[in-house]
């Protein structure tokens, strides 16, 4: 897989959307992740009820991993819970809880109250979405381990279609990081409460812009600029960029002095594209 290690948060990001989708094939033939997927393939279409999802573990495993939920994999019971959740009751497990990680998978998995049923788990469409997030997010974990600023950059371009509201970005903490850095929030603004916080974002941003592709790409300059600058990231091999200079107005009202900020080049003696 690709190595991130070394560079600044915006040439690791170029680095990886350039060569994204030979990752995902270099993902799908490692020999752990295929026998992974073969066995999803071959028995998630049997398994009939959230508790016998729970008790095959490689298929459990796999459909938690997709969700990046792999630092909950041995919660089965509470997971159960969750699947067996009636999600339209306010006082279900479900809707208690506040990783959003979870209320999608349970959305996805989609079983009948008290944890009866599935028919997502019979298509075939259905399984080749979760087996695509599952090698997309070995991808992301992996890239990520190596870089902090372009994990947080990569997990938002990852997400950024599903936000429709303030709420969504603060309730996902890469999100929220992402978002404070980008528009130049400080970190102590988590401590408000929430309305001020949307209020402080919404004085900042339209967050209607997000469905422009262009809007993306200038947040994530923005934040790769900030983020090296504000935690110092630096290379051996660099040479000065001019992201931004001047006055730059990202939303209403608002504006960043940023003039120049150093950028590694991507040489090959400086880093191996792929281990």
């Given amino acids: 897989m690709i190595s991130l290690s070394g560079m600044s948060t915006q040439v690791a990001v170029k680095l990886f959307d350039a060569t994204r989708d030979k990752q995902l094939d270099l993902a799908a033939q490692n020999a752990v992740n295929a026998r992974q997927i073969e066995a999803f393939q071959e028995r998630v279409g049997s398994i009939s009820s959230a508790k016998e999802l729970v008790a095959d573990t490689e298929v459990f495993s796999f459909i938690m991993r997709a969700f990046d939920l792999e630092d909950q994999i041995f919660g089965k019971a509470m997971i ?6 009636d999600g339209d ?24 109250p ?3 049923r599935s028919f997502n788990l019979y298509k075939t469409e259905w399984q080749d979405e979760i087996i695509d997030r599952f090698k997309e997010r070995v991808v992301l974990n992996a890239a990520g381990a190596e870089n902090e600023g372009a994990r947080i950059a990569l997990e938002f371009k990852s997400k950024v279609s599903e936000i429709d509201n303030w709420l969504d970005v603060l309730k996902d903490a890469d999100l929220g990081s992402f978002m404070r850095r980008a528009l130049g929030l400080p970190d102590e ?10 209020a402080m974002f919404e004085q900042k941003f339209d967050i209607e812009k997000l469905k422009d592709p262009a809007e993306v790409d200038k947040l994530v300059s923005r934040f790769s600029a900030i983020y090296d600058a504000v935690e110092g990231v630096s290379s051996q091999s660099s040479t000065v960029l001019s992201l931004m200079q001047g006055a730059v107005s990202i939303g209403q009202g608002s504006s960043f002095t940023i003039a120049t900020i150093d950028i590694p080049t991507v040489s090959g003696s400086s880093y191996s594209a792929y281990s």
């Avoid at 159960?80 to 959740?85: A, D, G, I, P, T």
């Fill in 189 to 198: 603004a988590i401590g408000v409460d929430l309305d001020r916080q949307i």
């Fill in 89 to 112: 009751d306010p006082s279900a497990l479900v809707n208690r809880l506040s990783d959003p990680r979870i209320k999608e998978m349970y959305q996805a998995l989609d079983f009948e």
């Fill in 80 to 85: 159960r819970k969750v699947l067996e959740s």
């Fill in 114 to 116: 008290d944890g009866g």
